[in-house]
């Protein structure tokens, strides 16, 4: 760019002022830019989406793109600014440092030519979380009608085949249609389980019964419940509790403990090699939550399927339904508490599990 293009660069710096009244205050920021040398520099940027995103005004105006971005997110912002650069309006969804935003670029044209561009963003994290929420409830209302009706008409014929294989059964002399049988109950019970995990889904809250419950001695009965798998696998299922945190919570003692069952038996069979720990704790996050953790040293997930861990049908198991963690997150959620898994394939994953405690015993 010519010297004339350093005067408006100049002139673009003394306007700082005359440019604040257009500042998002709470949700976004404004900045302003030129192409100089083949670069794009920032001549102006204030608000308060800035600091959300780890950025302040001085670590911007005077830098270039690379100055603070790198790799994709450079190519696509170089991209955009050359797209407003070349006299177009432009306006995009994105996303940075966990923060999601929409921004718009307008190009300011003098005599036919761009002599700087100026850009609005604004938040929209929580926004989008609550549109990707109602979706999920939405497509979980779909799935538990569906449910509902499946279950509603396999139940009846089901029972009825599954007293019939019994009354043969009772009857039989032949060790080997005995065996047949056997099979047949235990596939017959598999079918009822999946019945049962689709009437969860149409009506979670239905046969809940809450009470307090010391998490405590809730944590260590599974455990214990779980060790004797964990032995045929040669794993060792340690506790780290400390006796000195007796957290009381409101909950289904029997859905909370479905929940822990369920997450342990799924790092037991991620659990590969042989004497090898899945690390159960039990911690105080807070004075109103505490967090379950349970840690394995399995295989681990990529990042992709953990995006899709907690989606109904989703599974990796050869006779998994993909209703498992589906159901956990709904039943800790119906307790007012979330779950979250961290993986690194090769390196294992955690499973943490915050709940609202409401006093000590």
Same mark, same amino acid.
């Given at each position: 760019?010519? %010297? ?95 923060? %999601? ?38 497509? +979980? ?74 998490? %405590? ?38 859905? +909370? ?65 993909? +209703? ?10 119906? %307790? ?26």
């Amino acid at each position: 760019m010519d %010297h004339n293009n350093d005067k408006e660069i100049k002139h673009v710096f003394n306007s700082k002022i005359q440019h604040k009244h257009r500042v998002p205050i709470q949700n976004g920021f404004v900045f302003k830019f030129v192409k100089k040398d083949n670069d794009f520099i920032h001549t102006f940027s204030e608000g308060s989406f800035l600091k959300k995103l780890g950025l302040s005004s001085s670590s911007v105006v005077g830098k270039p793109l690379s100055g603070f971005l790198s790799g994709d997110q450079l190519n696509e912002a170089r991209y955009c600014y050359e797209t407003a650069w070349n006299g177009n309006i432009f306006s995009l969804e994105g996303s940075l440092n966990g923060f %999601h935003y929409v921004a718009s670029l307008t190009p300011i044209i003098i005599n036919s030519e761009v002599v700087e561009v100026t850009g609005t963003v604004f938040e929209i994290t929580e926004y989008r979380n609550s549109v990707l929420k109602i979706q999920e409830l939405e497509k +979980l209302s779909l799935i538990g009608e569906l449910a509902a009706g499946i279950a509603h008409e396999i139940r009846n014929p089901l029972t009825s085949i599954t007293g019939f294989v019994q009354m043969i059964q009772e009857r039989s002399n032949d060790e080997i249609t005995d065996t047949y049988l056997e099979i047949a109950l235990q596939e017959l019970k598999r079918i009822n389980t999946i019945v049962n995990d689709f009437m969860f889904i149409a009506k979670p809250k239905e046969n809940m019964e809450i009470r307090n419950v010391n998490i %405590h001695s809730l944590v260590s009965y599974v455990i214990e419940f779980m060790k004797p798998q964990a032995i045929l696998k040669d794993i060792q299922i340690v506790e780290l509790i400390d006796s000195d945190l007796t957290f009381t919570t409101r909950c289904d003692p029997n859905q +909370l403990t479905q929940v822990l069952i369920n997450v342990i038996q799924n790092a037991i069979e991620a659990t590969s090699g042989r004497q090898q720990k899945i690390v159960v704790s039990l911690k105080n996050v807070n004075e109103n939550d505490f967090l379950i953790e349970i840690a394995d040293q399995g295989d681990g997930i990529s990042q992709e399927r953990q995006k899709r861990l907690f989606e109904p049908f989703y599974t990796t198991k050869e006779k998994g339904t993909g +209703l498992g963690l589906m159901m956990c997150k709904r039943i800790i959620e119906n %307790h007012d508490g979330s779950i979250e898994v961290n993986s690194q394939p090769g390196k294992g994953t955690t499973i943490r599990i915050i709940l609202p405690k409401v006093s000590d015993f």
